[in-house]
Every structure is written in C-alpha cells, then in structure tokens.
C-alpha cells in the first residue's frame, strides 16, 4: 500500500505532461500532415526557412514551388511550415 502510495504522484505527473505537452504535439503534428497532403497548385505556402513561395507541382516526396517569376526550386514535403493564408 505504501508503494502505490509513492507511485501515484509520479502517474499524474506523466498523466499531466501527457495531456499538456505530448497530445497536442501530435494533434499539430497530424494537421500539418494532412494540410501538406491537400498541397495543390496554386497554393501560397511558407517554407521552414522562411520563404513565402507558390506550390507549381506536387510529387510524392517532393513540392516545387515558385520563388518569384524566374525561380522554381524543389524542397521535400517536409520543408513547409504552412499555408500562407493560414496567417490571416
């Protein structure tokens, strides 16, 4: 009875961490997921070095995007932090 006792602080300390800090990394994590997954043409789109650009095509591991009139460069999936109009 005294063990269970000791224990039980520690269960709700990782209770607490769970729900403040691990869950709602991985709900961000899994809307991040699916708005990379809707990437379509068009699309205005801020990338994790922080350039503002425009989705031209999208590939399966890759996301070209258009930098300005004259530049399209390629970065992986993983590069984009979100949409542009999610800032508003």
């Not at 990379?36 to 650009?53: E, W, Y």
């Not at 999936?77 to 949409?83: E, F, G, P, V």
Request: proline letters at 2%.
């Amino acid at each position: 009875m005294e063990m269970i006792s000791q224990l039980l602080p520690f269960v709700f300390l990782i209770a607490i961490m769970y729900f403040v800090i691990i869950r709602p990394q991985q709900q961000q994590a899994k809307k991040l997921k699916e708005m990379i997954n809707t990437l379509k043409k068009g699309d205005k789109i801020v990338t994790s070095g922080g350039f503002f650009a425009e989705v031209k095509k999208v590939e399966d591991e890759f996301v070209s995007i258009s930098l300005n009139s004259d530049t399209v460069v390629k970065i992986t999936k993983d590069a984009i932090a979100r949409k542009q109009e999610d800032d508003a």
